[in-house]
Structures are given as C-alpha cells and as structure tokens.
C-alpha cells in the first residue's frame, strides 16, 4: 500500500514539473524580447565615426541598423539611453527629423522604441 501511494505521489511530482516547466517555457516564449541600443564614438581617425551596438552586433550606418531591426519580430523593445553629453554630429541624436522618421519606422514595423534623453 505504501509503494503505490509513494509511487502516485513521485508520479504526480513528475507531471507537475513538466506542466510547469512547460508553462513557463511558453511564457517566456511569449514575452517579447528586449534589446538595448547603444552608440559607441570611434576617435582612430580625425573625424569621429560612430557605430550603434546592440548585443554584440555594431551597425555603421542608420540603413543598416533599420534594416538589423526589420528582422526583429513585432512586439520586440528597443532601448536607447545615449546620455546628455554630446560630441557633435551624432546619427540621429543630431537630427529631430533622423529621430522622427526613425521612431516611425519602428512604430510601423511595431518595434517598441523607448529613447531615455538623459540616460
């Protein structure tokens, strides 16, 4: 009597982890992903280059970050905290009309930009 009740009990254990941990497998597939910009200044040269950096991927250009962006799935968050210091000439933190039809390319594909001004 006492095997079958432990062996209910481990078997009732088991199928609760697994209804769990499938549970939980489907939530975070259902959370979409968020990536953090960044915009690293490069001074090798006498003119300051800039790339923009998410993970471990550098864009040179504001066409080839978009064109990194229209591959991400809808739902996905874009971060983007450059900081208030300036050194001139940035790719879109330079330009409010760069900026504008940027957040409008991410809220077409429906990629949610947040931009934190300060940092």
Not at 54 to 71: D, E, P, Q
Request: aromatic share 10%.
């Amino acid at each position: 009597m006492m095997k079958t009740l432990a062996r209910s009990v481990a078997v009732a254990l088991i199928v609760f982890c697994i209804s769990t941990t499938a549970s939980m497998a489907q939530e975070s597939q259902d959370q979409p992903t968020k990536y953090r910009l960044e915009l690293v200044y490069i001074f090798e040269s006498n003119v300051t280059e800039f790339i923009f950096v998410i993970g471990n991927s550098g864009f040179k250009s504001v066409a080839s970050l978009k064109r990194f962006i229209a591959g991400l799935p809808p739902g996905t968050t874009l971060e983007w905290a450059p900081g208030c210091v300036r050194q001139g000439n940035e790719p879109l933190l330079s330009s409010e009309v760069e900026m504008k039809s940027f957040r409008e390319f991410c809220e077409h594909r429906k990629i949610k930009f947040i931009l934190i001004p300060s940092g």
